[in-house]
């Protein structure tokens, strides 16, 4: 059964730093979108994607965070000079056809900031 | 404000036995559709079932069914015969929009434990 993947599992960065969080989703599947979980809280909504632009943001998604999808497979979500509370557990997600559609998830990048 | 609200942060059941895990929602969308999602301590995130606004009958997946109650607002799951494997977080979620806007809304969470 076709699954959406993530990488790394887990990643530790020091504050200030870059990380770039990747995911693939299903083959298939046009709508991608990224959520975070900090820990002990509610999954929110970060972003949504669809033909190569943003379609939603949240306010939590700032200027601080950007997505790409450098090729056909990849969806990436950039997290620029890190702070603390960006430590959480970061999950893509794709869908069909969107809106209406299903989101599967993937089983997410825990990041930590020191 | 579309919200999910889940009243029991947790909850616990013998094996074998059955549980019911709540939800209600605030929505003026009159066709939408709604989602309980399981997260093991592996914390990744599991769909367990799906129930359209429109369709009359309760979802069912096998040991999970929901009892879906539109003019209430709640969205309860019911999971039979309980496993050990069912020892999760479970998370309701609705779609902002009802379903016109693909970011989901979670609900905080009912935290499941089965008990052998």
């Known amino acids: 059964e076709p699954e959406v993947t993530q990488t790394p599992s887990h990643q530790v960065t020091q504050m200030g730093q870059e990380v770039i969080l990747r995911c693939v989703p299903i083959s298939n599947h046009l709508y991608f979108y990224w959520y975070r979980q900090i820990l002990g809280q509610k999954v929110e909504f970060l972003v949504s994607?669809?033909?190569?632009?943003?379609?939603?943001k949240s306010e939590i998604f700032d200027d601080q965070f950007s997505v790409e999808r450098p090729d056909g497979s990849n969806f990436t979500l950039k997290i620029r000079s890190t702070k603390l509370e960006d430590s959480a557990m970061y999950f893509c997600?794709?869908?069909?056809?969107?809106?209406?559609?299903?989101?599967?998830f993937g089983p997410g990048t825990r990041l930590l900031v020191l | 404000a579309q919200t999910v609200t889940q009243s029991q942060p947790e909850m616990s059941v013998q094996e074998a036995e059955t549980v019911t895990l709540s939800c209600t929602y605030d929505?003026?969308?009159?066709?939408?559709?709604l989602f309980w999602y399981k997260q093991p301590p592996s914390r990744q995130m599991i769909l367990v079932i799906r129930q359209e606004a429109y369709k009359q009958q309760n979802a069912t997946e096998n040991r999970f069914s929901v009892n879906f109650q539109k003019a209430a607002k709640s969205f309860s799951l019911k999971i039979s015969d309980s496993q050990l494997g069912d020892t999760a977080m479970y998370f309701c979620?609705?779609?902002?929009?009802?379903?016109?806007?693909?970011?989901?809304?979670f609900g905080k969470g009912t935290k499941l434990s089965v008990k052998p």
């Open positions: 979620a609705f779609p902002a929009g009802g379903g016109s806007q693909g970011n989901l809304i």
């Open positions: 994607f669809y033909n190569n632009e943003i379609s939603e």
């Open positions: 997600a794709s869908s069909a056809l969107g809106s209406w559609e299903t989101q599967y």
């Open positions: 929505t003026s969308e009159s066709n939408y559709y």
